[in-house]
């Protein structure tokens, strides 16, 4: 799956590469999209016309999808680039108040690679934001090549990394509340590319990608009881990560190096979180307490753990070493608060809160100051980061005989929550890294 | 105590407790009382039907609460009963919780749950090696609305049969 070799070379320029004022600073105070035109690639060959298209396509998606770009339709333009390399006419992209300008050709061989060169161009001070870029894969991976370089133009103009050639892995449901099937599934952060990963003749939950995308833990029912899963997503097998008898596991995370599992092991009524060292099979007792210690999820340095324990009589966020030992209370606010999660830059906290008979999706700082509510529901959970920690992708439930679970995301500043589209109900999202 | 005088009744009986370990896995199913062949007939009242039925296969609990009200003990108590006399029969008790809490929360709730009635059957004189318990979470509700009516027979603890010599 990640085993895609993407060739990237600058292509050479011979324009000065001053830096450039086309920014977006993505701050909590945006915004308004800023103004972009993405003319469809120039096909090179003749067999790359609908993969230029379809390519356009997946970067003004990708670009728009973020709330913090808004495309100029094709309709609006007053000229066409014909040439990828002819110099482009800057005031025909002014007048149509274009910001920023993005062309693109696309080649197909014979052997059905595809190569795809683009530039960027801030269209007021006339001149290109960083230089060309040339990308080529078989001929599967235009989706790909279409993430990355969307990927890049984000990356140029925020400054930030992207985050759109990456994946999500969930649960993928069907049937009634009371009898639903479940199985995993795996796809695109856009929704494409949607591939089943085990079966749904048992329960199936929270699944979590590995660092590097190539593993997921998940907590499954095949043995009758709650049991953590590894599986291995280049071969889709499985294989149980904790064989106890007479316990029950779940809640699985990865540490940052991929080395150690946090997972939650109930014995006799009480649910404590425990590590195990994948290397050795090695387990560590975190808590002990006789209140319910679940949902870990390990700081991006590895030195500590967030977690949720009613151990102060409700629900509560708490952080510790990630070897055990004191814990201090981060969540405060009224209300209860569940499946806390780490951001990947290290500085807020995403979780679940319930309060008022309602569920949020919030983010807080690592001392609990503030707690920012971006969802009300009558069932939201979940949350998952972008690889990026800009985005947060969560399950959102509708209540009564009918109701069903489906995933949203939404940025971290409450704006642009939006329906992720799936083939079936979905539940327990987990975003991947940022492929390679 | 009654649970006291119970167990103090039931320790004579203890002896038809089944010890060994069946391989059998306890299905996923959880709205199934029993993993055999037949139920057998209510009238019969030692069939899994008349367990079931008669007696009461399962207890409910408070919101966000895993302790056992009176009437679920009277009930516990009439299993413990039924367990005694019916030694072929190990069982699996599935905790359950309502939709309201995460998913991983409500696990951990079912569980304790199934472990509270673990521990009562346990004190009236079944032997913890014939109960193996289990938690569903919110992930098989019997009643499907939202709102209490439903939520309060979700929150249950069920006592299945598993019958060793089937």
Known sequence: MFRLIFAAFIILNGGALSAAPLRIEITQGVIEPMPFAVPVFIAETPNAVEVARNLTNVVRNDLTGTGLFREIPTSAHVSKITSFSSPVQFSDWQVINADALITGSVSVNNSGKVT????????????????????????????????KVADEVYSRITGETGYFDSR????????????????????????????????????VMAPRFSPKGDKVLYTSYASGFPQVQILNVGNVRSRPLINQAGTMTFAPRFSPNGNSVLYSLENGGNVDIYRMQLSNGTVKRLTRSPAIETAPSFSPDGKQIVFESDRSGSQQLYIMSANGGEARRISFGSGRYGTPVWSPRGDMIAFTKQSKGRFHIGVMRLDGSEERLLTASFLDEG???????????????????????????????????????TPEGASDPSWSPLAR | MKKLKNAILFTALVMLTA???????????????????????ISNPTSPAYFQQAIGDRVFFAIDQSNLSPEAMDLLSSQAN??????????????????????????????????????????????ASRIQTVSYGKERPIEICSNESCYSVNRRAVTVLNNLGS
């Open chain 2, 82 to 127: 039924w367990l005694m006399t019916n030694g072929d029969y190990e069982i699996i008790v599935e905790g359950h919780a309502d939709e309201q809490g995460t998913r991983d929360y409500n696990v951990a709730l079912g569980a304790r749950r199934a472990n509270s009635v673990k521990e009562y059957l346990n004190s009236l004189g079944i032997a």
């Open chain 1, 383 to 421: 949350p998952t980061w972008s690889p990026n920690g800009r985005v947060i992708v969560f399950s959102r439930s509708t209540q009564g005989r009918n109701g069903t679970s489906s995933l949203y995301s939404v940025d971290i500043s409450g704006r642009n929550l939006k329906p992720l589209i």
């Open chain 1, 116 to 147: 795809v060169m683009f530039r960027v161009y801030d269209v007021f001070s006339q001149q290109e934001l960083g230089s060309g870029l040339k990308f080529s894969g078989n001929a599967n991976s235009w989706r790909r090549i279409a993430h």
């Open chain 2, 19 to 41: 010890c060994s370990n069946s391989g059998n896995p306890f299905g996923g199913n959880s709205n199934d009382t029993f993993f055999g062949n037949d139920m057998g007939d």
């Open chain 1, 168 to 203: 999500i892995v969930f649960v993928s449901e069907t049937g009634g509340k009371a009898q639903r099937r479940k199985r995993l599934a795996l796809m695109d952060y856009d929704g494409a590319n949607v591939k089943y990963l085990t079966d749904s003749n048992s329960i």
